[in-house]
């Protein structure tokens, strides 16, 4: 079992950056493969970044390349999105989630074993 809280969301303008950070419990965590989500008001859930355990490999929504970045800490059992040039179309809450099997990287909400709460970005114009 994985529990997983996320943190770090908040108002911002259009433009600017935040990182978002999620923590998780057990010793384990280098057998995850970790995955960010978000959900806007109206919206189905999208995939937006994953990483595999070893942080070696990441995988980007097409609206995210080149302004997102997705990390790792396996020391302190920590996953990171951090977001630049932010869009009022980023809005929405975001999700991490936990992968069993490190090395794949998946963009399906289906394939992801344990989620956390969320943690609410918005982005104004």
């Known amino acids: 079992q994985v529990q997983l809280v996320e943190s770090g969301g908040g108002l911002v303008q259009a433009g600017g950056s935040l990182r978002l950070s999620c923590a998780a419990s057990?010793?384990?965590?280098?057998?995850?493969?970790m995955g960010w989500f978000r959900q806007a008001p109206g919206k189905e859930r999208e995939f937006v970044a994953a990483i595999t355990g070893s942080g070696y490999n990441t995988n980007y929504a097409d609206s995210v390349k080149g302004r997102f970045t997705i990390s790792r800490d396996n020391a302190k059992n920590t996953v990171y999105l951090q977001m630049n040039s932010l869009k009022p179309e980023d809005t929405g809450v975001y999700y991490c989630?936990?992968?069993?099997?490190?090395?794949?990287?998946?963009?399906?909400?289906?394939?992801?074993?344990?989620w956390g709460q969320g943690t609410q970005v918005t982005v104004s114009s």
């Open positions: 989630a936990a992968s069993i099997g490190s090395s794949l990287l998946r963009s399906r909400g289906d394939d992801y074993n344990y």
């Open positions: 057990g010793r384990t965590f280098i057998r995850y493969a």
